[in-house]
């Protein structure tokens, strides 16, 4: 079982940054596949990104693409979502996700996730 537990969340001016992170249990976070996805008010939950178990691969939805930046540190067991230039259309909760799978390929369907935090509320205003 995998607890994830993101913060780094707020209220930020357009054209601003923030840095979500997202802090994983157990020694397999070291292996797993990490995402972000983010939902917005009666919307469906997209896809952000994707880093795979070393970080040596990502993947971007176009809407962040150039923008946002994720990473990884493994040895604390964490995941981060650098938000730079910041739209009101970005305006969400984000939700920190990990696969079960070890050593897989990044992955942007929900259903390829097991494991969900809690979510973090991002909110850009103009």
């Known amino acids: 079982q995998v607890q994830l537990v993101e913060s780094g969340g707020g209220l930020v001016q357009a054209g601003g940054s923030l840095r979500l992170s997202c802090a994983a249990s157990?020694?397999?976070?070291?292996?797993?596949?990490m995402g972000w996805f983010r939902q917005a008010p009666g919307k469906e939950r997209e896809f952000v990104a994707t880093i795979n178990w070393n970080g040596g691969t990502t993947y971007y939805a176009d809407s962040v693409k150039g923008r946002f930046t994720i990473s990884r540190d493994n040895a604390k067991n964490t995941v981060y979502l650098q938000m730079n230039s910041l739209r009101p259309e970005d305006t969400a909760v984000y939700y920190c996700?990990?696969?079960?799978?070890?050593?897989?390929?990044?992955?942007?369907?929900?259903?390829?996730?097991?494991?969900w935090g809690q979510g973090t509320q991002v909110t850009v205003s103009s």
């Open positions: 157990g020694r397999t976070f070291k292996s797993s596949t």
């Open positions: 996700a990990a696969d079960s799978s070890p050593y897989g390929s990044i992955a942007i369907i929900r259903a390829d996730y097991d494991y």
